[in-house]
């Protein structure tokens, strides 16, 4: 068994984003000549993830957006900030955050729906959100002139951790006494 934890915890380390179980059970087959059963390789990412809990390792293994990927834990998120800081480039402005929230909650949506709802022009955020591709096209609105429908992708879950749409906050999360700004006149 630890030679296929090796082989897969390999796949993980190398693979640029989340992989998915299916996935690593098609390069173990072929590489094996072989099917792998899926609870061996479950078994063995489990065992996995035993193992980077310990405090040896700066990271652990994750499931995130339907795959597994290796994070670096908590406890060294200021070192990391430093390092992200100094990366700001990549960072979203305030419209594209915007922008993107409300193509999450709404999806699938056109420009012209997000414009409505922020009140302002939205083509220089949504050519940055594909560009980082956080955002896809998801077709054609039925509507007149056929606007573009846009959607989050694989990349939006895996930039802000979660594993589907559904695990984002929703409006009642959110405590309207912490939200509220200023204070409240008798």
């Known amino acids: ?25 098609k390069c173990l087959t072929e590489m094996f000549e072989s ?29 995130i957006a339907g795959g597994y990927q290796f994070l670096t834990k908590p406890a060294y998120q200021s070192s990391i900030s430093i390092l992200l800081k100094q990366q700001s480039q990549k ?26 709802i922020r009140g302002v022009s939205c083509d220089y955020s949504i050519q940055k959100l594909l560009e980082k591709e956080l955002i896809t096209i998801k077709g054609k609105s039925d509507s007149i002139g056929r606007p573009i429908l846009y959607g ?11 594993n589907a749409i559904s695990d984002l906050p929703q409006p009642k999360d959110f405590n309207t006494e912490e939200n509220q700004i200023g204070e409240a006149k008798d």
């Open 1 to 25: 068994m630890d030679f296929l934890q090796r082989h897969i915890e390999a796949l993980i380390f190398c693979s640029p984003s989340p992989i998915p179980v299916d996935e690593i059970q």
């Open 35 to 63: 099917e792998v059963p899926t609870d061996h390789i479950l078994t063995a990412i489990t065992e996995l993830q035993s193992k980077y809990e310990g405090d040896d390792f700066s990271f652990a293994l994750e499931q």
């Open 91 to 116: 960072r979203l402005s305030t419209a594209q955050l915007e922008t993107l929230s409300i193509i999450a909650y709404k999806q699938p949506v056109t420009k012209t729906e997000v414009e409505q």
């Open 152 to 162: 989050t992708s694989d990349k939006f879950m895996e930039y802000f951790g979660i």
